[in-house]
C-alpha cells in the first residue's frame, strides 16, 4: 500500500508555544488530506479535511484559528497547533488519499505533550 | 456521527478465526463499508473494504447481507499480532469533501494463546 509519513513523532513543548507537525505522502499525489486526534483509551476524532491548494474545512467544534492547516503541495500538509495548552496533549494522525475513490492511508501518528 | 455499531470487545483464540460483527442499518445504496484497524499507538492500517458483494483479499474476507444493513470482518487465522482495535466504517459524502473516515469506538479484539 501506499505510504504516508508524519514527523516528528514524538515531540514536548512548553505550554503557549506553537508546534508544527508535517504529513506526507511519499509515493503518490496527495489531492486530500485529513487530520484525526485521538485523546487515550478513545477513537480517531476527525478535525479537518484539507484539499491541496485550497483552504482546509473543520469539523463542527474545532478551532481554526488555533490548528492551522496548511496543504501547499501534493505531498505536503502540515498542522500548526498555536499557543498550545496542555490539554492540547494528544495523539494527531494525518491520512492521504489520491482521489475521491482511491483509500485512505494513514500516517504513524504524533504524540503531543505539552508541558 | 458514527454510523455502525461494533462490539466494544472480543477474544479469539490463536489459530482460530475472528468474526468481527457490524451493524450499519442506516446505511445508503452507494455506501461502502470499510475496516481498518489500529495496532497501539500506531496509526489505522486498512484491511478491507466493499459495497454489496463479499470481498476477499490476503489479510481477511468481508461478508455483507443481502440488505447490507449488516457485515462481519473474518481473520482466518488470528494470530497474536492480529490483537488491535478493528473499526467498521461506512464512508460518508462524494465530491471533494466527501469519503470522510468517520470513526466510530471499535472492536478491541484480543488474540490469546
Known amino acids: 500500500g501506499a505510504v504516508v509519513s508524519q514527523h516528528p513523532s514524538w515531540v514536548i513543548c512548553k505550554s503557549g508555544t506553537s508546534v508544527k507537525i508535517e504529513c506526507r505522502s511519499l509515493?503518490?499525489?496527495?489531492?486530500?488530506m485529513f487530520w484525526y486526534r485521538q485523546f487515550p483509551k478513545q477513537s480517531l476524532m476527525l478535525m479537518a479535511t484539507?484539499?491541496?491548494?485550497?483552504?482546509?474545512?473543520?469539523e463542527q467544534g474545532v478551532e481554526k484559528d488555533k490548528f492551522l492547516i496548511n496543504h501547499a503541495s501534493l505531498t505536503l500538509s502540515t498542522l500548526t497547533v498555536t499557543s498550545a495548552h496542555p490539554e492540547d496533549s494528544s495523539f494527531y494522525i494525518c491520512?492521504?488519499?489520491?482521489?475521491?475513490?482511491?483509500?485512505?492511508?494513514f500516517g504513524p501518528g504524533t504524540r503531543l505533550t505539552v508541558t | 456521527d458514527a454510523k455502525t455499531t461494533q462490539p466494544p470487545s472480543m477474544d479469539c483464540a490463536e489459530g482460530r478465526a475472528a468474526n468481527l460483527p457490524c451493524n450499519h442499518s442506516?446505511?445508503?445504496?452507494?455506501?461502502?463499508v470499510y475496516w481498518y484497524r489500529q495496532i497501539h499507538s500506531q496509526g489505522p492500517q486498512y484491511i478491507i473494504h466493499?459495497?454489496?458483494n463479499n470481498e476477499t483479499n490476503e489479510m481477511a474476507s468481508l461478508i455483507i447481507t443481502e440488505d447490507r444493513k449488516s457485515s462481519t470482518l473474518i481473520l482466518p487465522h488470528a494470530t497474536l499480532r492480529d490483537t488491535a482495535v478493528y473499526y467498521c466504517?461506512?464512508?460518508?459524502?462524494?465530491?471533494?469533501?466527501?469519503?470522510?473516515?468517520?470513526f466510530g469506538q471499535g472492536t478491541e479484539l484480543s488474540v490469546k494463546p
Open positions: 484539507s484539499n491541496e491548494g485550497s483552504k482546509a474545512t473543520y
Open positions: 491520512s492521504a488519499r489520491a482521489g475521491t475513490g482511491d483509500e485512505q492511508y
Open positions: 442506516t446505511i445508503s445504496g452507494n455506501e461502502y
Open positions: 509515493d503518490f499525489q496527495a489531492t486530500t
Open positions: 466504517i461506512v464512508r460518508v459524502g462524494g465530491g471533494n469533501q466527501g469519503g470522510k473516515l468517520i
Open positions: 466493499g459495497l454489496k
